[in-house]
């Protein structure tokens, strides 16, 4: 099962103050004051007094990266005692909570580091595989509890989704046997492995003395933390508001950019305003009514009549939004056909009129239909056989095929008679 929630892990820093703890107003402030310096945000911000101790400050805050909290805390108060960040996990303490005698636990394999060697010409004569690994490190590894080869690459995979691993830096590796043989077989139990890692330019130039010592003690880390892993959610990966902040805003400048793009495309090729403006009321109109279903069906599903219509808790993910994108194509095609045909009836005369739309909608209203019914058609089978995999996306594209029918020729062609009166007024004056 894949868990979403708007709950977040936390980091939690003691900081001590030599006199009286501020407080929690002051305190606030100056952490605010301080992540102006730094790129990135103390987010969800929680400052507590420790009942404890009166000039200890407790301070919480979503954001993980544990150098930057450290970084803007000891800036706010540069006379205070800034503790090591530690993960406050309280959303894997929820979920392993919640189901406690049915995860299946990850143990600790108890590691023992027994060699490391730096890999070098010496070592690549012998073991010519090792060359893309040239100024890196080799570590040889046991462990006590065995574990097949699979289990342990996949845990060096699941590393990077602990929320305290993610100051680690990432180099290129490869986990092998201890003849510095690829692990072939993935069920293969294992009491000891190798593990060869290199920085991207370690075979074009000699590491100073703290490059190479801050290199190895990233990589043990690694490799213990890998190993000692002991846990049943695997990946907790965790988003800062920024960033979901950013792609809103994104998202809002891409859906104004598009919209912009598709009036002038049609303002251009039909020679009026009003047929953009009409074309994108119509598709607004589709996504909004789709949109405002699929939000409905969270309360009908589950009810007597949301089991007889296979309508169930359908969520926005990855084949919701290709459904919308592919309703949103064909609304729109849907709607030019009908604008094509009001160009034609129009002719070489100025001004529209009742009339011309009307004699254009009667035209072409035999091919929406069957062409929306066809589809239709198509759709409903999907929904029906197609399983609960495909039918939120069946469902908004049957949906859509319906509101997308009816706002062509009931509300995009009779917009472009906006104005005409008043234009035709204007003229005989």
């Known amino acids: 099962y894949e868990i979403s929630t708007t709950e977040t892990n936390r980091l939690v820093v003691d900081v001590t103050v030599p006199q009286a703890a501020p407080s929690i107003e002051e305190a606030t402030a100056a952490v605010e004051r301080a992540q102006t310096k730094f ?4 987010t969800n911000l929680l400052v507590k007094q420790d009942a404890n101790a009166a000039g ?47 995860l299946e636990i990850q143990q600790d394999l108890q590691p023992t580091i027994t060699s490391k060697q730096k890999i070098s010409e010496d070592l690549i004569t012998s073991y010519p595989e090792l060359i893309d690994f040239l100024g890196g490190i080799r570590i040889e590894c ?13 845990r060096f995979n699941d590393l990077a989704f602990q929320p305290d691993m993610q100051d680690l830096q990432s180099y290129s590796y490869r986990i092998l046997d201890t003849n510095l043989n690829e692990m072939t077989d993935p069920n293969q139990p294992v009491t000891s492995f190798v593990y060869v890692s290199a920085e991207a330019d370690a075979g ?28 049943s959610l695997p990946r907790v990966r965790q988003f800062d508001p920024a960033v979901g902040a950013e792609q809103k ?17 049609i303002w251009v090729r039909f020679g009026d305003v009003r047929y953009g403006i009409a074309a994108i009321t119509a598709l607004v109109h589709d996504v909004c009514i789709t949109l405002g279903a699929v939000a409905a069906c969270t309360y009908i599903a589950g009810t007597s009549i949301g089991d007889l219509l296979l309508i169930g808790d359908f969520k926005i993910n990855l084949a919701m939004i290709a459904a919308f994108l592919t309703l949103i194509g064909y609304s729109l095609n849907d709607t030019i056909v009908v604008f094509d045909r009001i160009r034609e009836n129009r002719g070489k005369a100025r001004m529209l009129n009742a009339q011309v739309i009307t004699n254009s909608i009667n035209q072409t209203i035999s091919r929406t239909l069957m062409t929306s ?16 995999g495909l ?20 509300i995009a062609a009779p917009i472009l008679l906006i104005g005409v009166k008043a234009d035709k007024g204007k003229g005989k004056k």
Do not use: C, H
């Open 39 to 42: 790129p990135g945000t103390l």
């Open 56 to 102: 200890k400050l407790v301070i919480s805050t979503s954001q993980m990266n544990q150098s930057l909290v450290k970084d803007v805390l000891s800036a706010a108060f540069p006379q205070a005692t800034v503790s090591e960040p530690r993960v406050d996990e309280v959303v894997n303490n929820a979920i392993l909570t919640a189901f406690a005698d049915q």
């Open 142 to 154: 046991a462990i006590e509890q065995p574990a097949t080869a699979g289990e342990i690459v996949q």
């Open 204 to 231: 074009f130039r000699e590491p100073t003395e703290d490059e190479w010592e801050r290199f190895v003690n990233n990589e043990e880390t690694k490799v213990l933390a890998a190993t000692q892993l002991a846990s």
């Open 249 to 265: 805003t994104r998202a809002l400048i891409a859906i104004i950019l598009s919209l912009f793009a598709i009036v002038t495309y």
């Open 373 to 388: 019914l066809t589809t239709f058609i198509v759709v409903l089978i999907m929904y029906i056989f197609g399983g609960s």
């Open 391 to 410: 039918r939120g996306f069946t469902f908004a594209i049957g949906l859509g095929i319906i509101v997308g029918t009816y706002s062509s020729i009931a």
